[in-house]
């Protein structure tokens, strides 16, 4: 193989390699905040917040650690069903977690029925293979 054969396979291969890097720092987060999330869990004495309070910081802790599996997911499979849970995931988060005004909350659910429809009408087979 000659020089400029094997720098355009390394250009084509290093950001892929570069993407497992960083799904690997996340993983390592992930790791983290999933333990930080059954210890706050378990721990029922949360300081100065209420029970509503409480349930609301685990949701918002679950959801988080959520989005980043589905994130580090979307960085090693690359397929477009991948990025459209990852987007449901991020939307949803606020619907469960946030206190937006009846209009924030129906955009969010707009939204949501249209990556759900996109997902089911606009996708072909194709969108659903995972690219090596």
Excluded: W
């Amino acid at each position: 193989m000659n020089a400029r054969g094997f720098y355009n396979k390394t250009i084509k291969r290093l950001p892929s390699f570069l993407e497992k890097i960083v799904a690997g720092i996340l993983l390592v987060g992930v790791v983290y905040g999933g333990f930080r999330l059954v210890v706050d869990a378990f721990s029922f004495t949360a300081p100065d917040t209420n029970g509503v309070e409480y349930i609301e910081m685990l949701l918002e802790s679950a959801f988080s650690v959520i989005i980043v599996i589905e994130f580090v997911r979307m960085l090693v499979k690359h397929s477009m069903n991948t990025i459209v849970e990852v987007l449901i995931f991020a939307i949803a988060r606020g619907l469960v977690a946030g206190h937006e005004s009846a209009l924030y909350v129906l955009i969010r659910v707009v939204a949501i029925a249209v990556l759900l429809g996109s997902r089911k009408y606009l996708f072909k087979d194709f969108d659903f293979i995972e690219e090596d």
